[in-house]
């Protein structure tokens, strides 16, 4: 059973997508421009946006960090499409952290971006759709949220909090009749990943994300995880004990 409506086709559907510029949120542009949204593209490459949108997308450049250019862009898209059906928020950054190396500054910025970026978003968001009694609401967390993991000191942080938040916006949301949706990607090839000097199991596409993200919103899914031949193992692995989850970790990873 869909713990959210489900959508039957993203044809006419205002969608705005937030962190598209590259990874994961430039191929989810791509598909949903293919199958006929009414797409709005935000990041903080303008010169990004307008290559990919090619005409075929509204563009409104902002930082999620930033309350007024967010606001700005948000009056823009709901002046240009007449509203908005559906917010994809996939800004996001990622920097490998061990606690020997942990930064006070740079720490600062993950949690930023990632979570309070998140959070400015929904602010808008969630009233304007509680107040229409519809709209789709999609963060993406990641499955460093579901438990510790070494390097990933302040960004699996980030993502745990943004699971419970979107978990809590759910249990607000869905009464007044609004979707949430919670993304919990595993591995995927994108710049930022890019960046981990370890083995990735799992390894997937952009491309493939894109298609589990829209299929997921389309079968009304609340947490949309994948690959699952990863993401299972690892909500397993956070079902044990830390006596036995601890030093599983450690030889899972070599970290």
Request: glycine share 10%.
């Given at each position: 059973?869909?713990?959210?409506p489900?959508?039957?086709?993203?044809?006419?559907?205002?969608?705005?997508?937030?962190?598209?510029?590259?990874?994961?949120?430039?191929?989810?542009?791509?598909?949903?421009?293919?199958?006929?949204?009414?797409?709005?593209?935000?990041?903080?490459?303008?010169?990004?946006?307008?290559?990919?949108?090619?005409?075929?997308?509204?563009?409104?450049?902002?930082?999620?960090?930033?309350?007024?250019?967010?606001?700005?862009?948000?009056e823009?898209?709901?002046?240009?499409?007449?509203?908005?059906?559906?917010?994809?928020?996939?800004?996001?950054?990622?920097?490998?952290?061990?606690?020997?190396?942990?930064?006070?500054?740079?720490?600062?910025?993950?949690?930023?971006?990632?979570?309070?970026?998140?959070?400015?978003?929904?602010?808008?968001?969630?009233?304007?759709?509680?107040?229409?009694?519809?709209?789709?609401?999609?963060?993406?967390?990641?499955?460093?949220?579901?438990?510790?993991?070494p390097s990933?000191?302040?960004?699996?942080?980030?993502?745990?909090?943004?699971?419970?938040?979107?978990?809590?916006?759910?249990?607000?949301?869905a009464?007044?009749?609004?979707?949430?949706?919670?993304i919990?990607?595993?591995?995927?090839?994108?710049?930022?990943?890019?960046?981990?000097?370890?083995?990735?199991?799992?390894?997937i596409?952009?491309?493939?994300?894109?298609?589990?993200i829209?299929?997921?919103?389309?079968?009304g899914?609340?947490?949309?995880?994948?690959p699952?031949?990863?993401?299972?193992?690892?909500?397993?692995?956070?079902?044990?004990?830390?006596?036995?989850?601890?030093?599983?970790?450690?030889?899972?990873?070599?970290?």
């Amino acid at each position: 059973m869909s713990l959210n409506p489900k959508l039957a086709d993203w044809r006419g559907q205002r969608v705005w997508l937030i962190g598209a510029s590259s990874g994961i949120g430039e191929a989810t542009a791509k598909l949903l421009m293919q199958r006929g949204a009414r797409l709005a593209l935000t990041s903080r490459s303008l010169d990004a946006l307008t290559a990919l949108a090619d005409g075929n997308a509204h563009v409104a450049r902002a930082d999620v960090t930033d309350h007024a250019s967010l606001r700005a862009a948000f009056e823009s898209i709901c002046a240009t499409l007449g509203g908005i059906d559906v917010v994809i928020i996939n800004a996001g950054t990622h920097q490998p952290v061990r606690a020997w190396e942990l930064d006070a500054a740079a720490a600062e910025k993950l949690v930023q971006v990632n979570l309070v970026g998140a959070m400015n978003v929904s602010a808008l968001l969630a009233p304007y759709f509680a107040q229409s009694g519809g709209g789709r609401l999609a963060i993406t967390a990641s499955v460093a949220g579901y438990g510790g993991l070494p390097s990933g000191l302040v960004y699996g942080a980030t993502k745990a909090a943004l699971i419970n938040f979107a978990e809590t916006l759910y249990l607000d949301l869905a009464p007044r009749g609004v979707a949430v949706h919670l993304i919990n990607p595993g591995f995927v090839k994108t710049p930022l990943t890019d960046l981990n000097d370890f083995k990735m199991p799992a390894l997937i596409g952009a491309d493939e994300a894109a298609r589990e993200i829209l299929a997921g919103i389309e079968r009304g899914s609340f947490e949309i995880h994948f690959p699952k031949r990863f993401t299972r193992v690892l909500k397993l692995l956070n079902l044990l004990p830390y006596r036995l989850y601890f030093p599983l970790v450690h030889r899972i990873t070599g970290l």
